[in-house]
T-cell receptor, first 115, second 115 residues
């Protein structure tokens, strides 16, 4: 059984560019969520996807968007990058159902640096 | 809105000794879970222990146990027989049962286990 995998592990972008981060969920998990973790802080919830639709969003602007595919993998897209977008982006997947949905398995994250 | 507070940015302990990490939270809801996650330098968030709010009995996982005081909204983590591999950032987290995968994290406590 594979865990949650994320790519790329590191990337550098310049302000104003766009970035796409990818996540493959753990086998059998159909809910994917994304978190932003700034340096020295706890992760902040961005949004979650269930059955290919956004199903809950944190306090992030619309330039943060996502997709979930039929195989439950997911992408996080960030447009018009700002310096403050520099962070570790964590993807997490969870089992279906009201109880299973609360137990998350995290990936190792994608470290984004915006110059 | 839910908040989670960890008042100890850094802690250290000698190998084989016991250490307690503190966490308080604020919510007006009754149905929730609390978690402690460990984030080593590899960056992957690893679940240490989970506590269901409706359970009075404190959760235990091998060397890890919690002291859950629902009325005081306190959720501390005790690590017994500390090992060098326990060195990591520890995050306390809260989730409403109805919110799927929307975790609220504290700011974290950096624990260092010294030989």
């Amino acid at each position: 059984e594979t865990g949650v995998t994320q790519s790329p592990t590191h990337l550098i972008k310049t302000r104003g560019q766009q970035v796409t981060l990818r996540c493959s969920s753990q086998s059998g998990h159909n809910t994917v969520s994304w978190y932003q973790q700034a340096l020295g802080q706890g992760p902040q919830f961005i949004f979650q996807y269930y059955r290919e639709e956004e199903n809950g969003r944190g306090n992030f602007p619309p330039r943060f968007s996502g997709l979930q595919f039929p195989n439950y993998s997911s992408e996080l897209n960030v447009n018009a990058l700002e310096l403050d977008d520099s962070a570790l982006y964590l993807c997490a997947s969870s089992l279906p159902g009201p109880i299973g949905a609360n137990v998350l398995t995290f990936g190792a994250g994608s470290r984004l640096t915006v110059l | 809105a839910q908040t989670v507070t960890q008042s100890q940015p850094e802690m250290s302990v000698q190998e084989a000794e016991t250490v307690t990490l503190s966490c308080t939270y604020d919510t007006s809801e009754n149905n929730y879970y609390l978690f402690w996650y460990k984030q080593p330098p590899s960056r992957q968030m690893i679940l240490v222990i989970r506590q269901e709010a409706y359970k009075q009995q404190n959760a235990t996982e091998n060397r890890f146990s919690v002291n859950f005081q629902k009325a005081a909204k306190s959720f501390s983590l005790k690590i017994s027989d500390s090992q060098l591999g326990d060195t990591a950032m520890y995050f306390c987290a809260f989730i409403l049962i109805t919110s799927g995968s929307r975790l609220t994290f504290g700011e974290g406590t950096q624990l260092t286990v010294n030989p």
